[in-house]
């Protein structure tokens, strides 16, 4: 019986981690669809940041910029809003605990 509830708690926690990182990886999904930094970087500012990183701008290294933002912004967006999504479960858990 010992070994079962063992098992137990551990598949619980294997559920809940995968269920942590699914949730992430959605989101960070969605982000990523839903951010569009050509939008609010100007094609000027891309090529400064060609010219920076590689020496020179042209067809292939302009859009860096657009990219390594695009992926930053969606990663920082997917993290806290996870973080949100579980404080709220935890908080919403608790007070339903509380008043049954």
Do not use: P
């Not at 020179?56 to 967006?77: K, V, Y």
């Amino acid at each position: 019986m010992a070994l079962f509830c063992k098992n137990k708690i551990y598949m619980a926690t294997l559920v809940r981690r995968a269920a942590k990182t699914l949730l992430f990886v959605a989101l960070f999904c969605v982000f990523a669809c839903v951010i569009d930094t050509s939008r609010f970087i100007s094609l000027d500012a891309a090529n400064a940041f060609a010219s920076w990183l590689h020496g020179s701008a042209n067809q292939e290294n302009h859009d860096e910029l657009w990219f390594f933002t695009d992926i930053t912004l969606s990663l920082l967006c997917a993290a806290v809003t996870t973080r949100l999504v579980i404080l709220i479960c935890r908080k919403a858990r608790g007070i339903s605990q509380r008043s049954a």
